[in-house]
């Protein structure tokens, strides 16, 4: 078999079992191989940004590493934007990116370009293989890369000889460490902090804000006193009726500032001390309260949720914290805004639902009335790259067929990668993509404002998305997906429910 | 005036007239700054691939740079694919990136990236601003870059606070240098050369494609007998009636090494020495012929033009060359190919248009038909990132108002920055698509057999990208810019003569 056929047989063998590609002739024989391969699943992105996203979307609901196939430095470029959300989503993936032959570098051909210097600002691991005879092995260490707690960007280059000539077997995989074991002191620490009466929060991230580790989240706060706080853009948060309530922290810095305040300590589980996501002038930075205590239970590459269970137990907590009720509010009627979206959302959502959350500056809305919606997971802008949403929703309907994904989406970062739609139409995965038309970057002309800028006409009309106005039922039309478009409450909520009771792709424009 | 405001007018007072823009929160005082500056036109773009492949299009035909204005490091790693074209076009771009505010980095907040690493493999000059004081002359120096021969990406870094603080007054534009003076003894082994007797085949490139350069070569070919040659993928060049005829070097390897073989002696004129474009099992990746002589007359940073000139008049070469007759096909009828939709073009192009050409497997029929229609510059995929065509062909209408753009693109390519449509609308730019829709990435059906891999149904369906098939009518639509769909002979002619004959934005889905 050739280095390709070597390669994609040791990433299946190693628990990979789709490859999101968009590849170009130094690929070709990768994409050959993958019909003589039992077990891995080709997956066509019509742009890589799309690619990568859905990688991510895959890997935060399978919670192991897709294969993303993408064709020499530009198109790893095209990927890097959702690689870097991914990198702060802690998303397992591994990069498989085609280069020119080994012996063609030398060229300088159009293509040629500094791969890894493109890989290395994402990328936990970057290797190029350099034989035929080692890439097997070399791609069981890229999946060991991603596999590494919490979950890391590996990124495997392969020159296209490397693919073509003759090769050895497969490698086996290799063994992936579990999450360090929190050490004895740490868990001491927080019991003791969590005893000691003062006013502590508790910020979850990771692994700890879903199944067992939201239950003893839960457990350690009704015990404690202590609330629970995620961060605005967490990565994968388990919500709605029957969860452990996590509140989620505000946006803006001085929101931030003003949340954490009353708190004497603070204890971290998979996360970090909270910072503003932007500077603006005579506004904090660091937004932690002054003179609080911070205690790190589990770092990120740790295994939190052993660690709230054992604080759990020494606390001697009972078996389960507050959680939410089902609480589905009534068919709303009147203005038709984000808030009587998200009611109409929030009464029709499915059990098991997967929230891919890009909708911004509309976001308030849905999450509000989603917090006592059926349970559902919700998966979050953790990068700030926007663009993210459509095919982070894409590729968690890839990982998880029986679930609906209903994706909420701001019109301005969803013109980033809106052919992740096309992806959806092709595979018919079962998503449906609100898209919350405000013809405008929402937040911009939020922020134009916070970092105390003028606003002529020429500043206003970088924010303003309308002029012409985007026709987001064209738009999905012409990418295969079934659209409609609606500016009134019922017309949503027909078409919502509409949505909820069929499969496959669709998307509903909601004109603000 | 604070940092953006004195950074935009030391741009403005450089030469630097329009800003391709994606903005953010971090570049809100610069975008601020543009309603108190006079002379800087900004125009937004919905994707960065669609910004930066502006800025090259404006940049080719401009002859001097626009600047980009990019969101952190992920608004700049969406436009480094176009970014990695213009550096092969050696375009002059000046790209201002945002970022966070310099005591805000060490919090390492979720859109803190490595910039630097982004801009690095696409830049000839990086440089982070460090303080409002210093950005003035940061940005003289950015300009100066820019434009030193044969023209460079240049990429200043400013943070936020360095855009925000009180500064100083706007820096003066530095020199520029002028290209090189060719040597006289480089000036003297050419005209030696060109006497010698022997095959000889000249290869153009950079300025000598254009105006005198051009009519030189065509006096020194038609004195000495010598061939003239471009590269496959020129970045601009101007054919068409009246001009002195290049031949344009094949694309595939073979076909280069058999174009070239005859030659004993090959002359550089701001270009390298032909090169594969990919590698391909037992074939050449160096194409220039075994045992030729190869002379360098002017390197990309020298001034190939005057080179030309002095060599044709050493030559005592007349006052012009061969040049291409007009000679309009007749309005063709039958089969609907590339060959047809190539002679309506060529009969109906306006004289003075602009042909950006991201055609890939469609692009044969038009150059060939092209090769005697009205004159016209050519733009071509440089780097080989698809994704290029659309917004090349925006940049070069904004940089060129008075003249027809005709953009040629097929429709996998064009699905990567469609985005550039939305800019065409807005700016109510005069530009033409035509996007050839063979629902397939064509050039990788061909690729996929010369590489010698198999093609199994799953591997076929990673380079067939109907199922669904895209809409160009609809896409274009949703993005404001009127289309229609053809698919024969008559209906093609019909809709390419009413576009020639309005201004402003429009598409043409030819199914072929």
Redesign the interface.
Known sequence: MNGAESLLRTLVDAGVEVCF?N????E??F??A???VEGMR?I?G??E?AVTGMADGYGRMAERPAATLLH????L??G??NL??AR?AATPIVNIVGD??T??AQ?????A??II??A???SAWVHESTSASSVASDGARSVQAARTAPGQIATLIVP??VA?LEAGPPADPLPVAAPSPVSSAAVGAAVEALRNGKRTAVLLRGASLRGDGLVAAGRVAATSGARLFCDT?APRVERGAGRVVVERLPYFAEQLVETLAPFEQLILVGS?PP?????Y?GKA??CSPEGAEILHLAHPHEDGVAALVEVADALGAGGSGTVAPLQLPDHPSGRFDQFTIGQVIARLLPEDAIVSDEAATSGLGPAIALATAAPHDVLSL????I?QGLPLAAGAAVACPDRKVVCLHGD?GA??TL?AL?TM??EKLDVTTIIFANRSYG??NI??QR?????????L???D?G?????????A????VDAVRVDAVDAFRDAFASAMSQTGPRLIEAVL
């Not at 953790?382 to 790259?385: D, F, I, N, Q, R």
């Not at 002029?467 to 738009?475: E, N, R």
């Not at 039309?477 to 295969?480: E, H, K, R, S, Y």
């Open positions: 590609s590849p170009g002739t130094s070709m024989h994409v050959s993958i019909d003589r080709p066509l019509l742009f940004g020499l430095g530009p198109g470029a095209n890097l934007a870097h959300n702060r020119h032959a012996y063609h060229y300088d051909a159009p293509l370009s500094d210097g493109f290395r600002p994402v296209a000889d073509w853009f970090t910072v503003a996501f932007f500077a002038p930075s660091w953790t990068g700030g790259a663009g301005g013109m980033y052919q096309w139409a092709r937040i911009l922020e134009l970092v105390g800028a003028d606003s002529g006409p020429q500043a009309s970088m924010l998305i002029h012409p106005d985007l026709d987001w039922v064209s738009l039309t012409g990418l295969g």
